[in-house]
């Protein structure tokens, strides 16, 4: 086992389940952090896992069988880790972290001034700027119309940045 070193798999859009999924079926140790969403519909609720660091999947591997990684379809890069140890006591605390339950998901810097898009909820689709934060998920959002301006309290997980 200590032939083996991380490598992270940046994955093309959308394709790090089938990745891990390929991993696991070859004997590859791969990790795919993902955290817990819900999405509630017009008649239902329904619950998915998300990758916490979507576009990435974490390797461990020795260096000869890196190349059968790489030929993936589904692999864009493979990406060298440095320090091993370091990178690992990270991942380990963010599986553990995950483990325990607690809410987490992958928070990009939104901050004052920021130019975003609202991705979700009524709002959908519009443009604005983050005016002020409160917290770590509420944000407010200028939004002009037609020359005037208006304010919206918005979720910060709603937003991503333009």
Aim: glycine share 6%; hydrophobic share 40%.
């Amino acid at each position: 086992m200590s032939d083996l070193q991380w490598f992270v798999a940046h994955t093309r859009p959308r394709r790090e389940k089938k990745l891990k999924k390929y991993c696991d079926r070859e004997g590859i140790l791969a990790t795919l952090p993902c955290y817990r969403t819900v999405h509630r519909y017009q008649r239902k609720t329904v619950s998915f896992q998300k990758p916490l660091f979507p576009g990435y999947v974490f390797l461990q591997l020795p260096a000869h069988q890196k190349q059968q990684v790489f030929q993936r379809d589904d692999v864009a890069n493979l990406l060298t880790v440095y320090d091993q140890e370091l990178f690992a006591h990270q991942l380990n605390e963010i599986i553990t972290a995950l483990d325990s339950n607690v809410e987490i998901f992958l928070a990009p810097e939104i901050g004052v001034g920021s130019r975003v898009k609202i991705k979700a909820g009524p709002l959908r689709g519009m443009d604005g700027w983050v005016e002020e934060r409160y917290g770590l998920t509420t944000v407010m959002l200028r939004l002009d119309f037609i020359g005037q301006a208006a304010a919206a309290k918005v979720q910060a997980d709603e937003l991503e940045l333009i």
